[in-house]
């Protein structure tokens, strides 16, 4: 059974940084595609980065510049990041880190798509002050 918990949400002031945390527990695939998507109220849940078991990684135009996913190298940790900087009011959502065993699809930019991800957690909300 797959869950992934979501960690390191909270309130900072437009320009701030923020570091959220995924912890991955029952994932035993080699191969994988995980990251995060957001979801503000009353628009649709959308893809923010995603990073690929070959190390490569994808981001959403509008988060381009300003955050960096990653994922611990030590397996026994296998912990999900996504550092956010200069931090905008239009970045306030509730995030969710997600995961799946197939590839990373970027051709077409699949891989912001809400239908590739079999695992999702529960979300931390971050909020953003101007």
């Known amino acids: 059974q797959v869950q992934l918990v979501e960690s390191g949400g909270g309130s900072v002031q437009a320009g701030g940084s923020l570091r959220l945390s995924c912890a991955i527990f029952?994932?035993?695939?080699?191969?994988?595609?995980m990251g995060w998507f957001r979801q503000a109220p009353g628009k649709e849940r959308e893809g923010v980065a995603v990073i690929d078991s070959d190390g490569s990684a994808g981001y959403a135009e509008s988060v381009k510049g300003r955050f960096t996913i990653s994922k611990d190298k030590d397996s026994a940790k296998n912990t999900l990041y996504l550092q956010m900087n200069s931090l905008k009011p239009e970045d306030t959502a509730m995030y969710y880190c997600?995961?799946?065993?197939?590839?990373?699809?970027?051709?077409?930019?699949?891989?912001?798509?809400?239908?590739?991800?079999?695992?999702w957690g529960q979300g931390t909300q971050v909020t953003v002050s101007s």
């Open positions: 029952g994932y035993t695939h080699r191969s994988y595609c």
């Open positions: 997600v995961a799946d065993r197939a590839h990373c699809l970027y051709k077409a930019g699949f891989y912001l798509s809400t239908a590739a991800y079999n695992y």
